[in-house]
């Protein structure tokens, strides 16, 4: 395999960039994104990783922020709880206290408190949704993220394996000639 990317006098790094052009399609232009970045990564020998939720955060505007934040906290226990909360105090105060003295601003059937609930859900629905999206998008970027590591974690192995198959074959080579001198000795002792 060696042989086919150079072989013996390659530096380990050239090897390792040889191997990834092979593996990946010699021609640059033809390469996706993430490919180029992992072979300039090679090329420079610097790291790929980087915090995939640092680069979600790079693009996350404003409203984004928002919209993760009314997420979290409308889907979470302590507002559940509070929201029950809310919804027997106004039925008990509308039933009962203000029932009695005939000052109930919504008597039962509660229908301003049905429209109370409607706007709430009409509100809350687009924002947990744009909140979900923003995770997807986050997903994908770690997705994309982790095929990069991966990809190059792959060629760096293999590029291993080819720098010690050369050492190995350069070792043989060397131990073959060695044994050829010491074998052109002893005939030379017998002569």
Do not use: C
């Amino acid at each position: 395999m060696f042989f086919e990317i150079g072989g013996f006098g390659m530096s380990p790094a050239r090897i390792t960039l040889a191997l990834a052009h092979r593996i990946l399609g010699a021609d640059s232009r033809t390469l996706e994104k993430e490919e180029r970045r992992v072979i300039d990564g090679i090329s420079e020998r610097k790291p790929i990783s980087v915090d995939a939720g640092e680069l979600a955060e790079k693009q996350e505007g404003f409203w984004d922020g928002a919209a993760d934040k009314v997420a979290s906290i409308g889907g979470s226990w302590p507002f559940i709880f509070g929201f029950f909360i809310f919804l027997l105090a106004w039925v008990g105060m509308n039933s009962v206290v203000l029932a009695r003295s005939n000052s109930a601003f919504d008597p039962y059937p509660f229908i301003f408190l049905n429209l109370v609930l409607s706007m709430l859900a009409a509100i809350q629905a687009p924002i947990i949704m744009m909140s979900q999206n923003r995770q997807a998008q986050k997903d994908r970027i770690a997705a994309t993220h982790d095929y990069e590591v991966n990809l190059r974690s792959e060629i760096e192995i293999l590029g291993l394996q080819e720098k010690l198959d050369v050492m190995r074959t350069e070792q043989h080579l060397e131990l073959l000639s060695q044994h050829k001198e010491m074998l052109d000795l002893l005939r030379a002792m017998q002569k």
